[in-house]
């Protein structure tokens, strides 16, 4: 039995406003057969607390605490590394309310920045780009708050992610940035353990992106599994070097992983 487990949410738990069939059941086996449970997202536009009550408002069983995503992961990182600089912000207004929250020191003016952030935002404009060339000199750390550049949308649909307008930013700058923070980052696999309470090689994660969900949990040592709800297809498996232990149709299927133990 793995004492904690990871669990994705786009693509894995739900697309949209509609869950995964069969994912609340698949959720339920996991939390009977594991000590601490995770939910992690890498969608930066809410953090934790906002995923604990939109699971349950889609009738999962969750607990205060049990989630977090690359805001949290990043508000973390910059707390920690960047306490005293100003951030300037390529990136949705949501990503900005939950920094500001956390106490991130963000500015509107891109000529005072000591860190340049970019993230997911659904009006990406020219203007971003010349804000983010305005912002960037050899003095200033690059960040991203999330390598997705798609996400899995209503219906399964892919959707331009984090990742896409990082690497927008990154080719203007002509620079690859410091860090990015979501999965499958170190960052972000000491956030999850921290969270969770045990060491890695006793965690099972669970996730629809062979770059994010399955290669964080090979980085760590932990066990994985695929689900081919969401981002990932058969035929992309076969061309990946990131090989998980299972693979799943989605997570309604866990029950099978679950009788290997």
């Not at 349950?56 to 805001?71: I, M, N, Q």
């Not at 499958?184 to 965690?203: E, F, K, M, T």
Request: proline content about 5%.
């Amino acid at each position: 039995m793995s004492r904690g487990v990871i669990v994705d949410l786009d693509g894995t738990v739900y697309h949209g406003d509609d869950l995964v069939p069969g994912a609340p059941a698949g959720i339920d086996s996991l939390r009977a057969a594991s000590e601490s449970l995770l939910f992690f997202s890498n969608n930066p536009t809410r953090n934790g607390a906002a995923y604990v009550d939109r699971l349950a408002d889609l009738g999962v069983t969750v607990r205060p605490g049990e989630a977090c995503s690359a805001a949290d992961v990043t508000a973390e990182y910059l707390r920690a590394r960047h306490a005293d600089d100003a951030v300037f912000l390529v990136g949705a207004d949501r990503i900005a309310e939950i920094l500001d929250t956390e106490g991130v020191a963000l500015t509107d003016d891109p000529e005072r920045a000591d860190v340049l952030l970019a993230g997911w935002s659904p009006e990406f404009h020219y203007d971003d780009m010349v804000d983010a060339l305005r912002a960037y000199d050899e003095t200033v750390t690059f960040l991203g708050t999330d390598p997705d550049r798609t996400f899995p949308g209503q219906n399964g649909l892919p959707t331009p992610g984090s990742g896409a307008i990082v690497n927008a930013v990154a080719g203007v700058l002509e620079a690859e940035p410091d860090q990015i923070l979501g999965k499958p980052s170190r960052r972000a696999i000491q956030a999850a353990l921290d969270r969770l309470g045990v060491p890695a090689s006793d965690c099972l994660v669970i996730g629809d992106r062979l770059s994010t969900d399955v290669a964080m949990g090979e980085r760590a040592g932990m066990e994985t599994a695929l689900v081919l709800s969401g981002a990932t297809t058969r035929e992309d498996l076969a061309d990946s070097d990131v090989r998980p232990d299972h693979v799943l149709d989605s997570i309604a299927e866990v029950d099978s992983v679950l009788s290997e133990r």
